[in-house]
């Protein structure tokens, strides 16, 4: 079965950064488009940016642009998601999935892990 784990959440101060990391068990990472969504409370989850299979990185929300990037480490069997200049309104539960296209959800997902900024 395959497993998709997200780590590196935490609580963090306005202006301050965390690097979120997607691993895989049984599934290469490297092959697949890989998205990360994020549920603000109250909200529904939502795709903020992607990185497809070509390494292409597309963004969905405006408001992550300049401070959200994707990488991948292949040799690990990777993804992150490094996040700086973090705001309140980035407090959300984070989760990353894996498919063969962006802008869709994924046919894999992790648990997810939350983000706090607050100060």
């Known amino acids: 079965q395959v497993q998709l784990v997200e780590s590196g959440g935490g609580l963090v101060q306005p202006g301050g950064s965390l690097r979120l990391s997607c691993t895989a068990s049984r599934f290469a990472l490297r092959y697949a488009a890989i998205g990360w969504f994020r549920q603000a409370p109250g909200k529904e989850r939502e795709v903020a940016l992607c990185?497809?299979?070509?390494?292409?990185?597309?963004y969905y929300e405006d408001s992550v642009k300049g401070r959200f990037t994707i990488s991948r480490d292949n040799a690990k069997n990777t993804v992150y998601l490094q996040m700086n200049n973090l705001q309140p309104e980035d407090t959300a539960v984070y989760y990353c999935?894996?498919?063969?296209?962006?802008?869709?959800?994924?046919?894999?997902w992790g648990q997810g892990t939350q983000v706090t900024v607050s100060s």
């Open positions: 999935t894996a498919g063969a296209w962006c802008g869709e959800p994924g046919d894999y």
């Open positions: 990185i497809s299979r070509a390494d292409e990185t597309i």
